[in-house]
């Protein structure tokens, strides 16, 4: 039985095996080799040697709330939930806060605080807020979640961004964030650490100008 050998260059063919647009170029030049797994082990040795992929850090957060969300005036303080495997690092912390999605944005700005400071400059945060996963890279919701407050976080995330020379933001189901939402969970147990809102009137205009 005579089998049809894939085209390396089905754009299919390489999101399945993982393999980024940006190295179509590659694929054409390994698509030369004669057997499948010849092709198979020169992209993944290729792959493997690319610097970004070999210390690509991946931090998960996440953020809850102490009360019951999305009633006005019955949040005040928020649980936030850090987890940095690659670096042995589980963070909770409660703060100030009145919503669940202020709860997301204060863990994610506080994660990026942290991978600053240690002086990493590629890393993938994950999260389960698509909310904050998409202002992350700069989109702007036209629905409830529009507003002056949530803006403002938004804008210190892009400011944080612009300090990272490699970044990602990626939204993962629930189920795969267990970690940091227990951390943001026991949060909520802790004494307050915050004595006075954060970020809201320390972005200057021109990061508004952005939008």
Not at 15 to 32: A, N, R
Not at 128 to 153: H, L, Q
Request: contains cysteine; proline residues 2%; glycine residues 6%.
């Amino acid at each position: 039985m005579t089998h049809k050998m894939r085209d390396f260059n089905d754009s299919k063919f390489q999101t399945t095996i993982g393999i980024e647009p940006s190295y179509k170029q590659t694929i054409k030049d390994i698509k030369g080799k004669k057997s499948m797994a010849g092709k198979l082990r020169d992209i993944i040795d290729f792959y493997l040697e690319k610097k970004e992929y070999k210390t690509m850090i991946e931090v998960y957060t996440d953020g809850s709330t102490v009360g019951k969300n999305g009633k006005l005036g019955t949040v005040s303080e928020v649980g936030l939930g850090i987890y940095i495997p690659e670096l042995d690092v589980t963070l909770a912390k409660r703060v100030l806060g009145i919503s669940n999605n202020e709860a997301e944005f204060k863990a994610l700005i506080l994660a990026m605080e942290i991978i600053i400071e240690k002086g990493i400059d590629n890393v993938r945060f994950n999260m389960d807020s698509k909310i904050v996963c998409n202002r992350a890279y700069g989109k702007k919701p036209k629905t409830k979640y529009a507003n002056e407050r949530m803006d403002n976080f938004q804008l210190k995330v892009l400011s944080l961004r612009k300090k990272l020379k490699n970044v990602e933001f990626r939204w993962i189901p629930r189920e795969r964030n267990l970690v940091a939402d227990e951390l943001s969970n026991q949060a909520k147990a802790m004494e307050l650490e915050d004595t006075e809102e954060l970020y809201q009137d320390e972005l200057s205009q021109q990061y508004k100008a952005m939008f």
